[in-house]
């Protein structure tokens, strides 16, 4: 167990929805990564927040968008969900330099 | 550009045998290198790291990797496969410069063990 969670596990949504995904991070940790993992891209990057401030953004769509609350927990907003967004999202966090990933929530766009 | 190749997208080998997955880095900068290991519906978890000294690496499970700057390679090893080791496997590459720790990560290696 990594210490981060993510919920919810699975999401079934259709095209042009919005959903929201959850990650609480290891007890302590200030920094939160979101990541895709999907069959043709593989694991990119999508954004990353420091103490609730925005730090770095990879390959994020600008249906896109995440925060970060003061309690640390960090939300993945995805909206006019498209076929294409289908994929294992992950969420990590880190104190230093080794990043701790959550189980993934995996969402499927019908 | 920052990228990270894992050549092989499919190993085989069989229960007992060693194992050495290849991973390669294209970096602007001296970097920290990651092994990470997904089992089917689990998150990723850390296998071995490296940042600096020694370039022979330890990590858990008895997997090993060393570091080769001339090369550009991180090659995970482990000398007896076991069938729970079955899964696939993730190199990545960070910023020891930089103001945010995002990985960058190739595109994964399957194991499969034979019994």
């Known amino acids: 167990d990594s210490g981060v969670t993510q919920t919810p596990k699975h999401l079934i949504t259709a095209t042009g929805q919005r959903v929201t995904l959850r990650c609480s991070p290891r007890?302590?940790?200030?920094?939160v990564y979101w990541y895709q993992q999907s069959l043709d891209q593989g694991l990119q990057f999508l954004i990353q927040?420091?103490?609730?401030?925005?730090?770095a953004k990879g390959n994020i769509l600008e249906r896109f968008s995440a925060q970060q609350f003061p309690d640390l927990h960090s939300e993945l907003n995805l909206s006019s969900l498209e076929l294409g967004d289908s994929a294992l999202y992950f969420c990590?966090?880190?104190?230093?330099?080794?990043?701790?990933f959550g189980a993934g929530t995996r969402l499927s766009v019908l | 550009a920052q990228s990270v190749t894992q050549p092989d997208i499919h190993i085989t080998v069989s229960e007992g045998a060693s194992l050495e997955l290849r991973c390669n880095y294209s970096?602007?900068?001296?970097?920290?290198l990651f092994w990470y290991v997904q089992s089917p519906g689990q998150g990723l978890q850390l296998l071995l790291k490296y940042f600096s000294g020694d370039t022979l690496v330890q990590g858990i499970k008895g997997f090993e990797a060393e570091f080769k700057r001339s090369q550009s390679s991180f090659n995970l090893r482990k000398p007896s496969v076991h069938w729970s080791d079955a899964a696939e496997y993730f190199c990545?590459?960070?910023?020891?410069?930089?103001?945010?720790?995002?990985?960058?990560f190739g595109q994964g290696t399957t194991l499969q063990v034979k019994p």
């Open positions: 990590a966090s880190s104190a230093g330099n080794i990043q701790y």
């Open positions: 007890s302590g940790d200030l920094s």
């Open positions: 970096y602007g900068a001296t970097p920290y």
């Open positions: 927040y420091y103490n609730g401030e925005e730090r």
């Open positions: 990545a590459v960070g910023g020891i410069y930089s103001n945010t720790g995002k990985l960058i």
